[in-house]
């Protein structure tokens, strides 16, 4: 909602400013430059990337209408369902989550906690270092060096769609340098026309240049950004579990091991140590 709402602002301030400047709007509605500038650039995009990059980036496009979904809300529900794996271990043993970890879905434990289940890629990560916890062959630092590659690799995947967008933005500029050099030359091939008509290829062809600097700075490369800022999100919630696995690998009990994570969290998602405990415990009663 928010990417609308700040291209309403974008187009406003640029056009708005411009017919309060006297200028006529109309003179700024060149389709032909937006189709070399478009169609430049899509072109450029298709022979830059392989087809991974081409799918993992119209993938990522939806996302950016969605507001983030890593909030309190979930953080809580990640670290309630922590302890709960965490408290039911230190009870019963490894082995007593093992039908939990290979069946989340059919799990009262998992089940518990509908907006984790909903992500494939979160339960994915516990469960699997959950499994090789259980499995016992490997201690505490080989498993934080494999957790460091994975999220590495999350990380380095997340990463190629926002460099696709952006190397798109940096084109714009040129390609509508491109368009502007079009026009001049139509102007020049036009040079015996009166000069009214004159003053309008002109005006046309200095379109261009102003729709690619537009298009980049003010509406691709926007974008890009914003990936970028969800796929930091994303990798904190990996962070967050690696970390309490790792505490509780360590010796630390329950409450501690849920601390860890929580500690790690951004202080604008971070739920306080009362507001964590509290909702153990109200999940506790029910």
Request: proline share 5%.
């Amino acid at each position: 909602m928010l990417v609308i709402v700040g291209y309403l602002v974008i187009l406003g301030a640029v056009f708005g400013g411009f017919a309060l400047a006297g200028g006529h709007l109309g003179s700024l509605i060149q389709p032909v430059e937006l189709l070399m500038i478009f169609g430049s650039g899509a072109g450029a995009f298709l022979v830059a990337n392989p087809n991974k990059v081409i799918k993992a980036t119209l993938k990522a496009l939806p996302t950016l209408m969605r507001n983030s979904h890593f909030n309190k809300a979930l953080y809580m529900e990640t670290l309630s369902l922590l302890f709960d794996i965490l408290a039911k271990v230190r009870k019963e043993g490894l082995m007593s989550v093992e039908a939990d970890v290979d069946a989340p879905d059919q799990s009262p434990i998992f089940t518990k906690y509908p907006k984790i289940i909903s992500d494939h890629h979160v339960v994915e990560f516990l469960t699997d270092y959950l499994r090789l916890m259980v499995g016992g062959n490997m201690n505490a630092f080989e498993i934080e060096n494999l957790m460091d590659s994975e999220i590495d690799t999350h990380h380095a995947e997340g990463e190629v769609p926002i460099n696709a967008i952006a190397k798109m933005a940096d084109a714009l500029p040129a390609f509508g340098i491109v368009a502007a050099v079009m026009g001049v030359v139509h102007t020049m091939e036009s040079v015996g026309i009166p000069p009214s008509e004159l003053g309008k290829l002109i005006a046309a062809a200095l379109v261009g240049t102003f729709l690619g600097i537009l298009l980049s700075y003010g509406f691709v490369g926007p974008l890009a950004a914003l990936l970028e800022h969800k796929l930091v999100e994303s990798t904190k919630m990996l962070q967050c579990i690696k970390v309490t696995l790792l505490a509780s690998l360590n010796g630390y009990a329950p409450q501690v091991a849920i601390e860890f994570g929580r500690k790690v969290l951004f202080s604008t998602e971070r739920p306080t140590f009362s507001e964590l405990e509290d909702e153990i415990k109200q999940r506790k009663s029910h």
